[in-house]
């Protein structure tokens, strides 16, 4: 009995999936690489990697990167290098994803 009490109240874990993998030499040392098709960031800035999803949090459009922030075209939300909101209507930051070392490369899974 104690294991149906459990399995029902301990959330399962969500199974990863590997959404692109990046040969840490191609990172620029203060910069990001942009997947267009994953709609990923990966960002480096000084010793700090991690990686952004481009799905914009107010309606789902896929976010650019100019050389300052990261921009939705859609409506216009801004976003700073780390994700963060500055200027709306978008009310969240760009979801961060696990980044992964695996030696000579990074992988970024969901």
């Known amino acids: 009995m104690a294991w149906l009490f459990w399995h ?3 959330p399962a874990k969500r199974p990863t999936e590997v959404l692109l993998k990046v040969k840490k030499d191609d990172l620029p040392a203060n910069g990001a690489l942009v997947y267009r098709e994953s709609r990923v960031a990966v960002v480096r800035i000084a010793s700090s990697v991690y990686a952004l ?4 949090p107010h309606l789902g459009c896929t976010v650019n990167l100019t050389a300052e922030h990261f921009v939705c075209p859609c409506h216009g939300s801004t976003f700073g290098s780390d994700g963060k909101v500055l200027e709306g209507p978008a009310d969240r930051a760009l979801k961060r994803l696990q980044v992964e070392d ?3 490369s990074l992988v970024v899974v969901s």
Do not use: A, I, K, Y
């Open 102 to 104: 695996r030696g000579d």
């Open 53 to 56: 999803s481009l799905v914009c």
């Open 8 to 10: 029902f109240t301990v």
